[in-house]
């Protein structure tokens, strides 16, 4: 039998002593099983039906589906597990130890986000010795911060079914109705290297990356020409051009050159056919410098997401927390939720300004405003 559930505190002082760091370098990269392990034992304590879920090809990694209740429709509270990396020497205090000062809650994932769990638990609780007439899931995914793989196979999967999800990433409780995509793409170039003396000798890299940049300068201009949404603070989509590698000595004909980048796209831009455009514009270069040249995406990117500003959640959500919805330019795991059928919105404690920085913390004064919250929306979707 589960040992009981802790209180709201306990809850967090042990998610966040259980490191879950996923990162796409794999030295860095953890296992989020330890925090998948605490909540599925809490939630079973307090009735919740569990399946944790193994992420295939990824030992180490699983989601969690803890539903209370049963039928069709319902709501879904959902989280990643995982968090970024840190660099504990810049810290005020351990990273990986709550840490109480200044009326705030100090400690990597207090916002982004295992903050969230404990809260959504707390609210649960009320509904437990309830019989609810549609059901309550609470999701726990993985790999949200590197490649998103968690909400990946629930995609694939078809599962959790609801009606309405709410995915608490840090929003100050303002309720997101849509997002940005993202992608992180690279350019590989390999020339050939030769005496700098004799530029007939090569094919520099270097100099095919030049005409690349500007290529990519160009194209974000026509993106930004042809796409713009006055919903979001940067109307338009993004190309930042983030860091470039190259050659190894001034008197060598450099023989490899590598670009990454990030693209930001609105709703209604498809991230596969930014990659074909970018290859399409891309691949003449090569022939034009002697070089061959290839494209890659880092990572398989966040879809942009945006619902509708009427539909019923965005509504309830205006109405609860007394604030409109916004768009943000990050992004979250709310198109994969999506695209299973739920209406889905984004909305939960801490500031997206406290995430991935030293001394993140959670504010005390978030705390019950979020459970009160989450309280009603149960209420309002579960009973």
């Known amino acids: 039998m589960p040992a009981p559930c802790p209180n709201l505190v306990t809850m967090l002082t042990e998610l966040i002593a259980a490191p879950s760091i996923s990162c796409t370098r794999a030295d860095l990269d953890q296992s989020n099983l330890g925090v998948i392990e605490k909540l599925e034992g809490w939630l079973s304590s307090l009735g919740f039906q569990t399946e944790v879920m193994p992420i295939e090809g990824q030992p180490g990694k699983a989601n969690l589906i803890a539903t209370l209740g049963s039928g069709p429709g319902g709501l879904v509270l959902s989280g990643h597990t995982d968090t970024v990396p840190c660099n504990p020497e810049l810290w005020g205090s351990d990273p990986f130890r709550l840490t109480e000062k200044d009326n705030r809650f100090y400690g990597l994932g207090t916002c982004d986000m295992k903050g969230f769990f404990p809260l959504a638990i707390e609210a649960a609780r009320k ?186 959640l965005v509504r309830m959500a205006e109405k609860l927390t007394g604030y409109q919805a916004q768009s943000v330019a990050f992004g979250t795991e709310a198109p994969f939720l999506q695209d299973l059928g739920m209406d889905t919105i984004v909305l939960g404690p801490g500031s997206i300004d406290q995430a991935h920085q030293p001394d993140e913390y959670l504010a005390f004064s978030q705390i019950q405003p979020t459970v009160a919250l989450l309280e009603k929306m149960i209420a309002t979707y579960c009973l």
């Open 127 to 312: 509904f437990t010795d309830q019989t609810l007439q549609q059901p309550l899931i609470i999701l726990a995914t993985a790999d949200e911060e590197s490649s998103m793989s968690g909400a990946r196979a629930l995609a694939e999967a078809g599962k959790p079914k609801a009606r309405y999800a709410i995915i608490g990433e840090p929003t100050s409780l303002q309720p997101i109705y849509m997002h940005k995509g993202m992608m992180m793409e690279a350019v590989r170039i390999q020339g050939r290297a030769g005496h700098s003396s004799d530029p007939s000798l090569g094919a520099n890299a270097l100099e095919a990356m030049r005409a690349v940049l500007n290529e990519l300068v160009s194209f974000r201009q026509q993106l930004q020409q042809d796409f713009r949404n006055s919903d979001f603070k940067i109307a338009e989509p993004t190309l930042n051009l983030g860091c470039i590698h190259g050659g190894d000595n001034p008197n060598r004909i450099c023989a490899r050159c590598e670009l990454e980048y990030d693209l930001r796209p609105l709703p209604g831009m498809n991230l596969e056919n930014l990659r074909e455009d970018v290859s399409r514009r891309l691949q003449p270069l090569a022939e034009q410098y002697g070089v061959v040249l290839t494209t890659e995406a880092l990572f398989p990117g966040i879809p942009p997401f945006a619902n509708q500003k009427d539909s019923e």
